[in-house]
């Protein structure tokens, strides 16, 4: 039976975590294949606010063909006494929790990333307008965020509408973050945790700091703010710093006591500052990762839009299944866009003196908060395309990391990525998933195959569990 009688399918916590793959869905909004999507909640003076409005601005679920993804955007209006500014991105951001309580409705991603799905079996069974998905949201938000007093929503599929409305959406996510520029973690008393991912990742919890922003760059620490105020047993809380452990990795003994309750136990310290050691959890819904290139002892970051292949071979569906899951994986590193704009960025390691490559698009768009000596010296997709053009490129563009190698890249990663190499693998006791994983066997002998022929293996979502993987250096 239904949480709602009159809503044809159930809605509840246990649908969290659902997966729709492709053969089973009806319909894909927004997703990879797709330039413009977004997902907006905008405050409201509650007179503006026609309190229970659903519009539909192009096709509606049956005018979609099945197994077919389209452009999509959704406003949610808001309003309310205790309604401010600061809570708009808290509230949009559970939206991810909300729809995924849906059976039948999987939402992944955060405002112009999204890809929402929903099954076949869900459609057949009656949820087949865009009227009853809003109906589910109003009911959801309305019992659990109860200042939220009048609410209005309007869904965009008609694809010039959200193409149209896909710049202003992304003009309105960049005055947010731009709020906290500037400000240091030195000036607060308190930082705010967000535990709303670990229904997927149950040892993640997010630090959020004026200098580091949320994982899924969807909550600054104003939107914490905000929200622990009027929401002060919801998942977004505050955390007050305690004494300062180290400056440099960015440790509190506060924030690691919060860290080890929420997490049970499992992660004991966490160093805001660094992608080694102890570093920030990831959960899954980060919007990039910094990734570590031993060959080069320096990082490289891609972005969840990135569609290529890294300069090491991986796309980031690879190096985010090897970060996912709320564990602390040396040399892994789930982040924010916004987080790349603090001057604390990975302090600990380097900063951006340790980043060697990055795709051209983030590039351009982070530029100005870069040290401006580092900008053409770091590697694109469009400058090198192997790790041997890599190497040139740094020695080439007098790459500050050069000064860390003594001698050729290969032999000398550091001592501290080398012993982060044989700890790296901390794997989920019930194994780990592999999406795609390309292993050259062209040396193998394979029955039936002519001798000589090169071939490569696949392995596509396999699951693979080991007790210790120890990764060592072989002399030639
Ligand atoms: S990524 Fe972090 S801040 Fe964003 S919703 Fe998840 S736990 Fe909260």
């Not at 309604?83 to 112009?112: A, S, T, W």
């Not at 452990?245 to 960015?250: M, R």
């Not at 320096?298 to 190096?319: C, E, M, P, S």
């Not at 007098?398 to 001698?407: A, D, L, M, N, S």
């Amino acid at each position: 039976m239904s949480m709602f009688e009159d809503i044809p399918v159930d809605v509840g916590i246990i649908y969290e975590g659902e997966r729709i793959r492709g053969r089973e869905m009806q319909v894909e909004l927004g997703g990879p294949r797709e330039e413009f999507k977004f997902e907006l909640v905008q405050a409201k003076e509650l007179d503006e606010i026609e309190d229970g409005k659903i519009e539909i601005i192009g096709p509606d679920l049956p005018d979609i063909p099945v197994g077919t993804n389209v452009p999509f955007g959704m406003i949610i209006y808001v309003g309310g006494e205790e309604i401010e500014k600061d809570l708009e991105g808290v509230i949009e951001r559970r939206l991810h929790e909300y729809v995924n309580f849906i059976e039948g409705f999987m939402h992944l991603n955060q405002r112009y990333d999204i890809q929402m799905r929903l099954s076949q079996k869900s459609y057949q069974k009656g949820f087949n307008t865009f009227k009853i998905f809003g109906e589910v949201l109003f009911r959801l938000y309305k019992s659990e965020m109860p200042f939220i007093e009048k609410m209005q929503i309007i869904f965009y599929t008609d694809p010039a509408k959200v193409a149209e409305l896909y710049p202003e959406a992304m003009n309105i996510y960049e005055a947010r973050d731009a709020r906290a520029r500037g400000m240091s973690d030195d000036e607060v008393d308190v930082f705010y945790g967000c535990s709303l991912c670990q229904s997927f990742a149950p040892t993640h919890l997010c630090v959020i700091t004026p200098q580091r922003y949320a994982n899924c760059g969807a909550i600054s620490w104003f939107d914490g703010r905000a929200t622990a105020k009027v929401d002060p047993k919801g998942p977004v809380f505050e955390i007050p710093k305690g004494a300062l452990l180290d400056e440099v990795t960015g440790e509190y003994e506060q924030v690691n006591q919060v860290i080890k309750e929420k997490s049970l136990g499992e992660i004991e310290r966490v160093q805001l500052y660094t992608g080694f050691g102890y570093p920030h959890t990831s959960c899954g819904c980060f919007e990039g990762c910094a990734f570590y290139i031993p060959e080069v002892d320096a990082y490289g970051v891609v972005h969840r839009n990135y569609k290529g292949q890294t300069v090491n071979g991986l796309d980031f569906v690879t190096i985010s299944d090897l970060t996912a899951g709320g564990r602390q994986v040396d040399g892994f590193h789930g982040l924010s866009i916004e987080y790349m704009r603090s001057p604390k960025f990975m302090q600990a390691d380097g900063g951006w003196d340790r980043v060697v490559w990055m795709p051209e698009d983030i590039l351009e768009r982070i530029k100005e908060y870069m040290p401006e000596e580092i900008i053409s010296k770091i590697a694109t997709e469009n400058r090198v395309t192997s790790l041997d053009e890599l190497k040139d490129w740094l020695k080439d563009k007098q790459h500050p990391i050069v000064e860390r190698w003594t001698e050729e890249p290969e032999a000398e990663v550091s001592a501290q990525a080398e012993v982060q190499q044989m700890v790296q693998p901390q794997m989920p006791m019930g194994g780990y998933t592999v999406p795609t994983l390309e292993l050259p066997a062209s040396a193998l002998p394979v029955q039936g195959l002519p001798s000589g022929l090169n071939i490569k293996i696949i392995l596509k979502n396999a699951k693979i569990t080991a007790e210790k993987l120890i990764i060592k250096a072989e002399k030639e």
